[in-house]
C-alpha cells in the first residue's frame, strides 16, 4: 500500500498541463447583443507553461464585432481568459472562464462565462466551443 501511495504521488506531483493549442467554433449567447458564432485561436506558451499551468494566446473572433485579443491561464481543465476588441471606446472588453472537456471524437470542447464590467453598463454572457481538427 506504501508503494502505491507513494507512485500515486510521483504520477500526480509531475502532472502536465494539457495543450489546448488550436482553433475552435463557437456558439455564444451575449446577455446585451443575444446569440453569435464565433471563432477561438488558442495558442501555448511554452515558456510560461510548468507542471499543470499552462499560459496561452488567446483570440476571438466574431463577424460584426471584431477581434477579441487577450491571454489564458489554465490549472488542469480550469482556464481564465482575458479577451478586449483593441479600440476600448465602447468598453467591449472582459474576463471569463472556462471548463474544458473531451468530445466523443476526443477533440477539446468548452464552455465559457464571461464578465464585462463596462461593455453597456455591465455584461455577461456564454460561450460553447469544439476544436476544429
Given at each position: 500500500m ?8 510521483v504520477?500526480?506531483?509531475n502532472a502536465?498541463a494539457?495543450d489546448?493549442?488550436g482553433r475552435?467554433?463557437?456558439d ?8 453569435y458564432?464565433?471563432e ?6 511554452k515558456?510560461?507553461t510548468?507542471?499543470?499551468?499552462a499560459?496561452y494566446?488567446f483570440?476571438?473572433?466574431?463577424p460584426?464585432?471584431g ?12 482556464v481564465a481568459?482575458?479577451?478586449g476588441?483593441?479600440d476600448?471606446?465602447n468598453?467591449d ?12 471524437n476526443?477533440l477539446w470542447?468548452?464552455h ?11 455584461n455577461?454572457?456564454f ?7
Open positions: 506504501k508503494t502505491f501511495f507513494f507512485l500515486l504521488c504520477i500526480t506531483s502536465i494539457h489546448f493549442s475552435y467554433e463557437c455564444g449567447k451575449d446577455g446585451s447583443e443575444g446569440a458564432k464565433g477561438v485561436i488558442m495558442n501555448l506558451k515558456q510560461f510548468q507542471k499543470d499551468y499560459s494566446d483570440v476571438l473572433k466574431v460584426g464585432f477581434e477579441y485579443n487577450g491571454f489564458a491561464a489554465a490549472n488542469n481543465l480550469d481568459i482575458y479577451f476588441l483593441d476600448k471606446q468598453e472588453y472582459g474576463v471569463g472562464i472556462a471548463k474544458f472537456s473531451k468530445t466523443k476526443n470542447q468548452f465559457k462565462f464571461y464578465f464585462e464590467p463596462g461593455y453597456k453598463g455591465g455577461t454572457g460561450e460553447d466551443c469544439i476544436q476544429v481538427k
